[in-house]
T-cell receptor
């Protein structure tokens, strides 16, 4: 399994952009990069995923380095509701029946009003 | 329906009890998962079901017994648990070639 390195914690102010980094230097060529977040007292929530190109959706943007050894999740305007643990997960999306999502320690994001 | 529903939300059980956790989804997802999460730790995978067949068991003790009666339901039967099994139990589902997992809110289990 590819290993990831994320900061234990980060802090942001409300309505400012947040850049959450992740290093995944051992990622394989076929692994997608998935991001999930977990708000207090809730189950994890899918945020975004990508393979090589930068990706945008209504929740966030994902910037993937050209060598794929790192990626950055971008929240364009943080709100108090974005305070959560953010997990970066290399994930084989081959369509086979035996793939699994393995969580690392993640980054605890605090948003200040 | 874009949710995974878990019941009960909270459960307290004695070490000699038998109980079951239930998970339901109606998104047509063909893969379903059980995770265990201890306080301030990341979720840990327990079981994976694919097309209603058990495909991964992460060396989980036999006091945890999963069951997938049909493509929408996933159960976790509990028997003779220990206090250290107290945790948040999360269910998730995904398409077999899915772009992401959908998680339920979990069952908070306390073993006394």
């Amino acid at each position: 399994d590819a290993k990831t390195t994320q900061p234990n914690s980060m802090e942001s102010n409300e309505e400012e952009p947040v850049h959450l980094p992740c290093n995944h230097s051992t990622i394989s060529g076929t692994d997608y990069i998935h991001w999930y977040r977990q708000l207090p007292s809730q189950g994890p929530e899918y945020v975004i995923h990508g393979l090589t190109s930068n990706v945008n959706n209504r929740m966030a943007s994902l910037a993937i380095a050209e060598d794929r050894k790192s990626s950055t999740l971008i929240l364009h305007r943080a709100t108090l509701r974005d305070a959560a643990v953010y997990y970066c997960i290399p994930f084989e999306n081959s369509g086979g029946s035996n793939y699994k999502l393995t969580f690392g320690k993640g980054t605890l994001l605090t948003v200040n009003p | 329906d874009t949710e995974v529903t878990q019941t009960p939300k909270h459960l307290v059980m004695g070490m000699t009890n038998k109980k079951s956790l239930k998970c339901e989804q109606h998104m047509g997802h063909r893969a379903m998962y059980w995770y265990k999460q201890k306080a301030k730790k990341p979720p840990e995978l327990m079981f994976v079901y694919s097309y209603e067949k058990l495909s991964i068991n992460e060396s989980v003790p036999s006091r945890f017994s999963p069951e997938c009666p049909n493509s929408s339901l996933l159960n976790l039967h509990l028997h003779a648990l220990q206090p250290e099994d107290s945790a948040l139990y999360l269910c998730a589902s995904s398409q077999a070639r899915g772009s992401g997992y959908t998680f339920g809110s979990g069952t908070r289990l306390t073993v006394v």
